[in-house]
């Protein structure tokens, strides 16, 4: 153990978890891996370890365990909170608190994802529901719907959009500049429909916040998600959405559209492409398989 000028390993387990939280720029991710932590770190309290200096693998594998039988956690939450420990262990590694991480080799549980059972809106429905955010008395709703359901934008990228961040033009398209998840600069270009969009929300202010709710205050979440709700059922969409649906749309409805994957992981910025692939509705779908178009290919040069 290093840092030996700390009075006891608790102060270094304090200084450590600190430390690693001071990492995300982000609050909401703070305060999730803080409450992951907590659990772990509680859990070593009731077994009589101290996180830094007894814990070893086999811990960290039991602390799953209990997690699975004792907590009632599903696989995904499992896996993200083992992930947490395994990143807070790796961290403290490197920073010499402690010799090894305990965490390098855990086996964490299989996590399988199907973004295509989430509930988007078809074509129609998108329609639907973009047409219900135009002619409300609020320009603001049709904004955050154009926001979601057409750029693609997280609620929470949506709420924090200022005026000045699509005031500026780029290889001739009017664009939309912002700061995405994990600190990531994103540009957007927009389209004409987006724009009148914009600007009606705007409506002739040329600094602040673009969404604003009726207290003049900037749009949050919450009401986002209220907004969200209420034009659904305007749009005559009776399943329950939320505003990570919109999101869902845009990708989906590009897939939908033919636009080539590589192009929709871009537009809805996503490292991996098996992020955007999670998503694609008709990826099932055998009249699309690729062997079609290999048996055309071959045939042609027998």
Request: hydrophobic share 40%.
């Amino acid at each position: 153990m290093q840092h030996a000028t700390l009075a006891t390993p608790h102060d270094t387990t304090y200084l450590a978890v600190a430390g690693f939280l001071a990492r995300y720029s982000n609050e909401g991710t703070r305060k999730l891996y803080e409450l992951d932590l907590r659990i772990f770190t509680d859990w070593c309290r009731a077994k009589g370890l101290r996180p830094l200096v007894d814990v070893q693998r086999v811990h960290v594998e039991l602390f799953g365990r209990h997690l699975e039988v004792e907590r009632g956690n599903g696989p995904s939450s499992v896996a993200h909170r083992l992930g947490v420990i395994q990143n807070f262990y790796a961290v403290c590694e490197e920073d010499g608190i402690i010799d090894k991480s305990p965490a390098t080799r855990i086996r964490l549980p299989k996590v399988w994802q199907d973004e295509s059972k989430t509930l988007g809106l078809d074509r129609l429905e998108l329609g639907a529901f973009l047409a219900a955010a135009r002619v409300h008395p609020d320009p603001t709703r049709w904004a955050l719907a154009t926001l979601m359901g057409m750029l693609g934008l997280r609620v929470s990228e949506a709420c924090a959009v200022q005026i000045e961040d699509y005031a500026h033009e780029q290889q001739g398209h009017r664009v939309l500049r912002l700061v995405g998840k994990g600190g990531k600069p994103a540009t957007l270009p927009l389209p004409v429909p987006v724009l009148r969009a914009l600007d009606a929300a705007a409506a002739g202010r040329t600094r602040g916040p673009l969404l604003r709710r009726a207290d003049g205050e900037q749009l949050d979440r919450r009401t986002a998600d209220r907004w969200v709700k209420a034009l659904a059922k305007r749009a005559g969409i009776e399943k329950r959405i939320s505003p990570h649906s919109l999101r869902h749309s845009m990708i989906t409805n590009a897939l939908d559209a033919g636009v080539p994957l590589r192009d929709v992981q871009i537009a809805a910025r996503h490292s991996d492409p098996r992020t955007t692939t999670r998503y694609d509705r008709n990826r099932g779908n055998l009249d699309r398989h690729a062997v079609h178009t290999l048996a055309a290919y071959v045939a042609g040069g027998a």
